[in-house]
Every structure is written in C-alpha cells, then in structure tokens.
C-alpha cells in the first residue's frame, strides 16, 4: 500500500485524490517529526522561565484573555476548551471530508508553529489510517476564530470523548479507541486551543468541492457536445481564433475541447438550415469558460490553505516569539466559496437552458422527445425538475462572506462565515451533479431521433456506456428511476475526456 509522508512535499489536489480514492496511509516524515517535537520542547522551554501572560496557553480564551491561569490548571484549561466548544448541530458531515479534516489538521499541526506534542498528532494519523473517523457537525462554526465547534468535535475524541464513525458503525470514542488498540492523549498547554483554531471545516470542504468541481466542469464540457450536436448545432462558434483573440484561458480551453469532441461528427458535418443557435448553445465557451477561470482561482487559495499555518497563538521558536494573531480567519476562503458556488450555478443554470431547448419541438426533434406527444408528455418534466434545482442554486448563491456578525462579547467582532459558505457550496456542487445527469438524459434521448447519422466516435463510445444504465425511452413510464440511474452514471463512468480540466497551480 503506498504511503504519503507528512512534510515530504507539498500536498496537491493529485495527492489528495490518490490518497482518498486509492485508500493511501500517511505517515510523518523526519522532518514533521522534527518540527513538532523543536516547537513543543521551545514551547515547554519558555513557560518555564516567562512569568507573564501568553493568550491561550496560560489565559483564557476570546474575550477571556485576560484572566491568567496558573500552571497547575493548564491542562484543565485545555481539555475544558475542546468540551465545551463541542457545540455542533445539524446533520453530520460526510466521511470522506472529516478525513480529509484530519488530514489537513496532521499538515497544518506539522510544520512546527503550533506546540503540540508529538503524540497528539500520532494519534490523528492513527484515526486517519485506521478509519477512525470523528462525529463532526454541519452547524456551529462562524469561520473565525477557524472552525471552533467542528474541529472541537474533531478532537474529542483524542480525548477518548465523543463520538466516532469506525468499522461502519457509530460509537463512543472510548470504545473505538480501546478496540484500535489506541489511548486517549493528555493534552498539554496550548493543545486545545491549536486543536480548534483552525480553518480545517472549511478547507476540506472547499477541497472536496474543488476535486468534484474538475470533474463535472469536464462533464458539463462533454454533455453540451453532446446536446450541440444533438440539436443540429454549428461548430463554427468553436473556431479557436475566434477565442485567442479574446485572450480568456477558460474560454481557449472550452472551445478546443468542444471542437474535439465532435470530431469527425457525422451530424456536425451535415449541411445546416439555420445561420445561429441559442446562446445556451454558441456561448458554452464562454459561459464554461468563465467558470472554469472562477474555479482555477478557488483552487490557487485552496491550495495555498492546505499547506498553511492557521491555528493560534503562532509559535516562531527560531525567533524566540510567540504572536497572537488572525491566521485562523476565514475570508481568504469564505469569498473564494462564494465564487465557486456562483460559477458553478452558471454550469448548472446554462446546462438546464440546452435541455430546455432540446424539447421544445425545434429541428425537427419532436416535442418533449417522444415519439407521440400529447398521449405522452415524454421528457416534459425532467426539465421542470432541472429547472427547480437551477432556482435552488440561485438561492444558494447569496453570499455568505458579506454577513458578518459580533460574536464573545465584541472580541470577535468581524467573523467571516466561510463555514457557511462551505456547506452551501457543497449543496450546489450536488445540485449541479443532478442538473447534469438531467441534460444527458435529454441530450441522450435526442440523439437517438437522429439515427442513422452519428455523432463523434467519443460521443458514440460515451453513449454507448451509458445505455448501460438508462434506455431510450418510447412511451411514458416512471422518470424518477432513470434520473438516478444518469446521476449515478456520472458518478461511475471513467472519464478520459480531451484536455480535461486540472488547474496547473
């Protein structure tokens, strides 16, 4: 089984997908060894001959800071933050992003500006690898100070409290502790409050989001090929000069991609009665492009995130200085989530628009996509349903980065609500899915009033599969199947698309 090494290097959204989808270990470099044990040992060094105040290892904490505590209650003090900052509430939050929160915490905790102890990060890999997995909530966090009540619920249990998800089941932490093989830790000075400061909620769902985003950014590429031709569409809007000239690198790269889909169309090649099509249709590099642009961008802060310091009090032990600052702030990430919800609604809201012209009886496709429409009404709904979750998205889109709100007692006075902006994020990412699978199911069915011409060899192969899992549908019968069916096609297919979308950051 392969190993990614803490430290060893940067993480990238290509080691982050190997690591979740092929079950990778992870495992702390020397270096992280290092830099853990140099800043806990500083840490140790300088309490023990600084008589003053330091926030957050011998005060309390947000509007508390000024109350010093003495050195026998430290690590009271620690483990009373992680217990009653556990404030979560809602649904809980998916596997695969708790894992990617412990993930980010061990690389944040690990480059030595934070004074944990050793064990404690051990401990996290140990829940990494062992599938040990924290009962986090989706509710709590105002994304600064970090993600206080969902990384408090993240480390629970290293205190043997909580709850966790293990071996497919919910328990209590003590219990999958024990039956790992595994013991709590006995948190030090400072440990709790590195534990919950932190942007790690928001980070790893905005990860998640940005790894789904690739895809269905390539997907929304390839199914609006297939509408194009499937509508008796023109290729010239494709023509790539006609792109260089406007110079945007989203556009460039939409247009090349369409023109190589359709290659060697037989539909695509055929003589055309009409001069224009829809927007929907001649503006998809445009329209794709554009959110292609939006989510290279997420995905450079999303990349500088992940491999950052955003606990505090920061320790600098080279430079004998501890320094309270803002890292843990979310704006960086609560404006970029606002855009990568906006550009990815526009995929979703253009996508609903082809499907929307594929049954409205144009170019000689028959209405609705039925063979006898008005005994059937065919593909009717299906747009109806796309065109509720494109009003959905749209709601979702308003920003969460712009509603600030005061919270302990006026010390946290300008709070970001990047965790906010994460959820909804991830709900339009969902919604974008469903509204994709919803088109291909139109784009699909369109196709087929088009025999015996064919589309491109891609297109054909990409179609064929697809039969795998929904029919051409001749009278009306239950959708509801189908729509599932295409939306977990999407999930499943293997994607080889041209010049799929990878930002190069």
Same mark, same amino acid.
């Given at each position: 089984?392969?190993? =990614?090494?803490?430290l060893s290097?940067e993480?990238?959204?290509?080691s982050i997908q *190997?690591?979740?989808q092929e079950?990778?270990?992870i495992?702390?470099?020397d270096?992280?060894?290092?830099r853990i044990?140099?800043?806990r040992y500083?840490?140790? @060094?300088k309490l023990?001959?600084? !008589?003053?105040?330091v926030y957050?290892i011998?005060?309390g904490?947000?509007s508390l800071?000024?109350i010093? %505590?003495s050195?026998?209650q430290?690590r009271d003090l620690q483990k009373n933050?992680v ?13 695969q992003?708790?894992k990617?929160m412990l ?7 690990? =480059?030595?500006h ?9 401990l996290?890999v140990e829940?990494?690898n062992?599938?040990? =997995? ?9 994304g600064?100070s ?6 408090a619920?993240?480390s629970l249990?290293?205190l043997g ?5 293990y071996?497919g ?8 502790? #024990?039956e790992?093989g595994?013991k709590p830790v006995d948190l030090?000075?400072? @440990?709790?409050l590195a534990?919950?400061n932190?942007t790690?909620f928001?980070?790893a769902?905005?990860v ?12 929304a590429d390839l199914?609006g090929?297939?509408?194009l031709? !499937?509508?008796?569409?023109r %290729?010239e809007p494709?023509?790539l000069?006609l *792109?260089e000239i406007r110079k945007?690198?989203?556009q460039?790269s939409t247009?090349?991609?369409i023109?190589?889909?359709?290659e060697?169309s037989?539909?695509? #090649?055929?003589?055309?009665?009409h001069v224009?099509d829809?927007y929907?249709?001649?503006?998809i590099p445009?329209?794709h492009?554009?959110s292609k642009d939006?989510?290279?961008y997420v ?5 500088n995130?992940?491999n950052?310091v955003?606990? #505090?009090?920061?320790?600098f032990p ?5 320094i309270?600052?803002? #890292?843990?702030?979310?704006q ?5 989530l606002?855009?990568?919800? %906006?550009?990815l609604?526009e995929l979703?809201n253009?996508?609903e628009?082809?499907?929307y012209?594929?049954?409205?009886g144009?170019?000689n ?7 006898n429409p008005g ?8 747009? =109806?349903?796309a065109?509720s979750?494109v009003n959905?998205n ?6 969460s ?8 007692q ?20 969902n919604?974008l ?5 919803i088109?291909?199911?139109n784009?699909?069915?369109a ?9 491109s060899p891609f297109?054909?192969d990409?179609i ?14 239950v959708?509801?199947p189908? %729509?599932e069916n295409s939306?977990r096609?999407?999930s @499943?297919?293997k994607?080889q698309?041209p010049d799929?979308f990878?930002?190069n950051?």
């Amino acid at each position: 089984m392969s190993v =990614y090494y803490i430290l060893s290097q940067e993480l990238t959204y290509e080691s982050i997908q *190997h690591i979740l989808q092929e079950g990778w270990q992870i495992a702390l470099s020397d270096e992280a060894i290092y830099r853990i044990e140099h800043c806990r040992y500083y840490l140790d @060094e300088k309490l023990d001959k600084h !008589a003053g105040p330091v926030y957050g290892i011998n005060t309390g904490f947000g509007s508390l800071c000024d109350i010093e %505590i003495s050195k026998e209650q430290l690590r009271d003090l620690q483990k009373n933050l992680v217990m009653s900052h556990a404030c979560g509430t809602g649904d809980e939050v998916p596997e695969q992003i708790v894992k990617l929160m412990l993930l980010l915490k061990i690389q944040n905790l690990s =480059y030595g500006h934070s004074g944990v102890q050793l064990d404690t990060v051990k401990l996290l890999v140990e829940f990494f690898n062992k599938g040990i =997995y924290p009962v986090v909530y989706e509710q709590g966090s105002l994304g600064a100070s970090g993600d206080l009540a969902p990384l408090a619920h993240l480390s629970l249990p290293l205190l043997g409290l909580g709850e966790v998800n293990y071996k497919g089941k919910k328990m209590s932490a003590s219990i999958a502790l #024990n039956e790992a093989g595994l013991k709590p830790v006995d948190l030090r000075s400072k @440990e709790g409050l590195a534990l919950l400061n932190g942007t790690q909620f928001m980070g790893a769902y905005g990860v998640y989001c940005l790894l789904r985003s690739f895809r269905l950014s390539a997907l929304a590429d390839l199914i609006g090929a297939l509408s194009l031709d !499937a509508f008796d569409g023109r %290729i010239e809007p494709f023509y790539l000069p006609l *792109h260089e000239i406007r110079k945007h690198k989203g556009q460039i790269s939409t247009a090349k991609r369409i023109f190589k889909l359709l290659e060697d169309s037989e539909l695509m #090649n055929m003589p055309k009665n009409h001069v224009q099509d829809p927007y929907s249709f001649r503006c998809i590099p445009q329209v794709h492009g554009s959110s292609k642009d939006a989510i290279e961008y997420v995905a450079k802060v999303f990349s500088n995130e992940m491999n950052a310091v955003t606990d #505090n009090p920061t320790i600098f032990p080279e430079d004998d200085l501890i320094i309270s600052g803002g #890292n843990f702030h979310g704006q960086p990430l609560a404006l970029a989530l606002d855009f990568l919800a %906006i550009a990815l609604s526009e995929l979703g809201n253009i996508s609903e628009r082809r499907t929307y012209q594929l049954i409205s009886g144009k170019r000689n496709l028959p209405h609705f996509l039925v063979v006898n429409p008005g005994l059937h009404s065919g593909f009717m709904i299906p747009q =109806y349903t796309a065109a509720s979750i494109v009003n959905q998205n749209k709601q979702l889109c308003t920003p969460s980065s712009v509603d600030s709100i005061e919270s302990s007692q006026g010390q946290e006075d300008h709070v970001s609500m990047g965790a906010n902006a994460a959820t909804k994020a991830l709900k339009v990412v969902n919604n974008l899915h469903r509204i994709l699978a919803i088109e291909l199911f139109n784009a699909a069915q369109a196709l087929e009033f088009r025999r015996p011409a064919k589309s491109s060899p891609f297109i054909e192969d990409f179609i064929k599969e697809y039969r795998h899992y929904v029919p051409f549908i001749q009278y009306d019968e239950v959708m509801h199947p189908h %729509i599932e069916n295409s939306i977990r096609f999407l999930s @499943e297919v293997k994607l080889q698309i041209p010049d799929s979308f990878i930002p190069n950051l």
